[in-house]
């Protein structure tokens, strides 16, 4: 079983919010987050209600402010939990063309840096064979975050993103 607590100001002070399930909308639980706890299962948490904004992948520790989770404030208004039963393998296609056209490159482990490994800045499609995975905007898993599960990605609005600019990505292993 999945467990988060929300705080509302940093170091796990302030009202908290408790969850174990997917929430749509936490605006009733809480006014804004500025700490978290995740003690079991991984988390995917969003800017706004229903599943939308910016994503945040969390696994479980403890995050004492927002900046930890690479957050750009305090909102967070949905979350939800996920689970992966799996032999352990991972596999990903990236591609610099939408609908899986173009430069192609198929990975199985992390990748601190797209540009060194790919030559290429964008990612426009990809398909996520095996594995859960979690796209940055920059380079050394940094900026925006894109939870990515498997399925195919036909072009880079259908991960959400605004742009193609993809810098690195990681594996979640933390299960």
Same mark, same amino acid.
């Given at each position: 079983? &999945? ?9 796990? !002070? ?11 909308? $936490? ?12 003690? &079991? ?6 800017? #706004? ?17 927002? !900046?930890?989770? $690479? ?13 992966? !039963? ?14 899986? !056209?173009?430069?192609? $490159? ?6 601190? &840096? ?6 290429? #800045? ?6 996520? $064979? ?39 990505? #990681? #594996?979640?292993?933390?299960?």
């Amino acid at each position: 079983m &999945s467990k988060i607590i929300f705080y509302e100001d940093r170091n796990f !002070q302030g009202r908290s919010y408790e969850c174990n399930t997917d929430c749509p909308d $936490m605006h009733p639980h809480f006014s804004r987050c500025n700490s978290i706890k995740v003690q &079991s299962g991984c988390w995917v948490l969003y800017e #706004r209600p229903n599943y939308s904004g910016f994503q945040y992948v969390l696994t479980r520790g403890e995050y004492p402010e927002y !900046q930890r989770w $690479m957050g750009y404030n305090d909102s967070i208004r949905s979350c939800r939990t996920f689970s992966y !039963q799996s032999d352990g393998s991972y596999r990903i296609r990236i591609y610099d063309r939408p609908d899986f !056209q173009g430069q192609m $490159m198929e990975f199985s482990d992390d990748c601190e &840096s797209i540009h060194e490994n790919f030559q290429c #800045r964008s990612v426009h499609s990809c398909n996520v $064979m095996e594995g859960y995975w979690t796209f940055y905007e920059n380079p050394s898993y940094r900026g925006r975050q894109y939870f990515m599960p498997p399925g195919e990605y036909r072009k880079f609005s259908d991960w959400g993103a605004a742009c193609a600019t993809i810098g690195s990505f #990681r #594996r979640i292993t933390d299960f």
